[in-house]
């Protein structure tokens, strides 16, 4: 089982000649999910050697357009590529209208068909659900109606011993039975304890992309525990005054967020672009919570 992300963009509102706007894709074994959708974004896929043919879904987290700008760009894009599979489209219903007037007039004769999903930014709530697993919402603290995403991978199958198997000359049908929590009885009527056949499945990982918002503990019992947070660090403290008009956080309170949630390792993004170097937001970060790294374009974090 894989799970990486891969970060397209991570300035603010305004893009530098190093950081295009907010953008990132959550791969989870091969099949990849669009978060955000900032200016650039399909020749960022390009550009990170993501086949944007492998895309699921595609989540907009809000309707600021650093996060969705690039968003009827990729569909173009897409369709240009002939692509066959549907694409679904989970964002703030206000998008609805306004995507579906871009594809009207740009992409009139599309493969395959784009569905939007609306939902209640102001609501946790799964919105997502494959096979592999599944996505709820994390309402955020913003200038309009945010959230974030979790990411959870649905727990996998018991990891059965091979070679005891071998031994035993275990059947398929006293596997599946062994699968199902019974214990194993050879030929000669010895029974073989269950446990010694069956293991654990791996842990199951997660991811939380908390941005744009301001500090507010209300999402700590949504992400506690995640294995990777991304939060937004758009201020240094010496700018901490900027929060209360923008709704955004400081890197020292992105890494309060983790220390609280005691999640397993921070990033931090979405930079303002005033700071010409980051090493001061990753130390305030770090004076809060020691596991954190600066995210920057074309980073892939994999865990």
Not at 169 to 196: M, Q, W, Y
Request: aromatic content about 10%; some cysteine.
């Amino acid at each position: 089982m894989g799970f990486s992300v891969t970060i397209l963009g991570n300035s603010s509102a305004k893009p530098t000649p190093h950081a295009h706007p907010s953008s990132q894709v959550v791969n989870l074994n091969e099949q990849y999910y669009l978060v955000d959708a900032g200016e650039g974004v399909q020749q960022q896929l390009i550009r990170r050697g993501i086949n944007p043919l492998r895309l699921r879904a595609v989540f907009i987290s809000h309707l600021h357009g650093d996060h969705c700008f690039g968003l009827i760009s990729v569909i173009s894009t897409l369709g240009m590529l002939h692509h066959t599979g549907d694409i679904y489209i989970h964002a703030h219903p206000d998008l609805h209208p306004v995507l579906q007037a871009q594809l009207d007039y740009f992409c009139k004769d599309l493969p395959f068909k784009v569905y939007f999903e609306g939902f209640n930014p102001l609501k946790n709530e799964v919105i997502y659900e494959d096979r592999s697993l599944t996505v709820q919402t994390i309402p955020l603290v913003h200038s309009m109606p945010t959230c974030g995403f979790l990411f959870k991978e649905k727990e996998g199958q018991p990891h059965l011993n091979r070679e005891l198997l071998d031994f035993y000359n275990v059947g398929i049908e006293d596997i599946k039975h062994l699968k199902e929590g019974a214990d194993f009885t050879t030929e000669d009527g010895r029974i073989i304890p269950n446990s010694r056949f069956i293991t654990a499945p791996t842990p199951a990982k997660s991811y939380a992309y908390c941005s744009d918002t301001a500090y507010t503990e209300r999402i700590i019992p949504i992400i506690e525990g995640v294995d990777v947070l991304f939060h937004e660090a758009t201020f240094a403290e010496e700018e901490a005054f900027r929060t209360k008009a923008t709704l955004h956080s400081t890197a020292k309170q992105a890494g309060m967020i983790a220390q609280k949630a005691q999640v397993k390792q921070l990033i931090i993004g979405h930079y303002s672009a005033r700071y010409a170097t980051l090493d001061h937001l990753l130390a305030e970060a770090k004076s809060e919570f020691s596991n954190t790294i600066l995210s920057f374009d074309g980073m892939k974090h994999e865990w």
